[in-house]
């Protein structure tokens, strides 16, 4: 199967990509938080490693798509046609050359989807070890440290990763199916319309998925930690 990202739901708002392309795309731009802070959960909250591709293979890319943008600056000069589009979109990798990305793999072909889809929209994961990982954020480098993983299981239906966070916080990141985790959301006026937007996708026949993020203090991290 190949699995696509086709849209999601943050801060209580639809984005669906089936009924405009960029819409995921033109959110973030305008820095809206909650969209933002969804693509970053979807590029940590997972078990997907990033690969670095081939030599060969990277040859032959960066000569594809050089080929590509010198055919598309000849058409544009003399009006004699359209060219294929180079492959990949810097402004969606935030100036990093398509060809130098990581290949990213994993045991749940959804993982993968979402981590490239993370990549599509600005936050790259670019290195992972065991307990770190190290990301472009929308054109920063960042590296999360993680303090605990709570791997999914039959039982808790849900996976989560607590990190140390570059400003030094500590931050849990968790996923699940909609049926698990929005009991156990905080209260929120939004949480009724996410379930709306979740039941719209599901009619149409889409896998779907529920990000949440908490921050921790010290004293209830080490507390836990120590159990």
Same mark, same amino acid.
């Given at each position: 199967?190949?699995? /696509?990202?086709?849209? =999601? #739901?943050?801060?209580?708002?639809?984005?669906?990509? #089936?009924?405009?392309?960029?819409?995921?795309? /033109?959110?973030?731009?305008? /820095?809206?938080?909650?969209? =933002?802070?969804?693509?970053?959960? &979807?590029?940590?909250?997972?078990?997907?490693? $990033?690969? $670095?591709?081939?030599?060969?293979?990277?040859?032959?890319?960066?000569? !594809? /798509?050089?080929?590509?943008?010198?055919?598309? *600056? @000849?058409?544009?000069?003399?009006?004699?046609?359209?060219?294929?589009?180079?492959?990949?979109?810097?402004? *969606?990798?935030?100036? %990093?050359?398509?060809?130098?990305?990581?290949?990213?793999?994993?045991?749940?072909?959804?993982?993968? *989807?979402?981590?490239?889809?993370?990549?599509?929209?600005?936050?790259?994961?670019?290195? @992972?070890?065991?307990?770190?990982?190290?990301?472009?954020?929308?054109? *920063?480098? !960042?590296?999360?440290?993680?303090?605990?993983?709570?791997?999914?299981?039959?039982?808790?239906? @849900?996976?989560?990763?607590?990190?140390?966070?570059?400003?030094?916080?500590?931050? &849990?990141?968790?996923?699940?199916?909609?049926?698990? %985790?929005?009991?156990?959301?905080? +209260?929120?006026?939004?949480? +009724?319309?996410?379930?709306?937007?979740?039941?719209?996708?599901?009619?149409?026949?889409?896998?779907?998925?529920?990000?949440?993020?908490?921050?921790?203090?010290?004293?209830?991290?080490?507390?836990?930690?120590?159990?």
């Amino acid at each position: 199967n190949i699995m /696509r990202y086709v849209g =999601c #739901s943050a801060g209580g708002k639809l984005y669906d990509t #089936s009924k405009g392309a960029r819409v995921v795309k /033109r959110a973030i731009a305008g /820095r809206v938080m909650p969209v =933002c802070d969804l693509i970053l959960a &979807m590029a940590l909250c997972h078990s997907v490693v $990033p690969e $670095p591709k081939d030599e060969e293979v990277v040859e032959n890319e960066a000569r !594809e /798509r050089a080929q590509a943008s010198a055919n598309a *600056a @000849r058409d544009q000069a003399t009006g004699t046609g359209t060219a294929g589009a180079p492959k990949g979109d810097d402004a *969606a990798t935030n100036g %990093m050359p398509f060809e130098t990305l990581p290949e990213y793999q994993g045991q749940s072909p959804d993982e993968v *989807a979402l981590v490239a889809s993370a990549r599509e929209y600005g936050v790259t994961l670019l290195h @992972r070890t065991l307990d770190t990982m190290v990301v472009d954020n929308f054109g *920063a480098e !960042e590296k999360y440290t993680a303090l605990a993983e709570l791997e999914f299981n039959s039982d808790r239906k @849900r996976m989560s990763i607590i990190f140390r966070c570059p400003d030094k916080s500590i931050r &849990m990141y968790t996923k699940g199916a909609d049926t698990i %985790m929005m009991p156990l959301l905080k +209260a929120s006026p939004e949480n +009724a319309t996410t379930q709306e937007h979740i039941d719209e996708f599901a009619k149409e026949g889409l896998r779907t998925l529920v990000f949440a993020t908490k921050q921790l203090s010290e004293h209830d991290f080490n507390a836990w930690f120590k159990d």
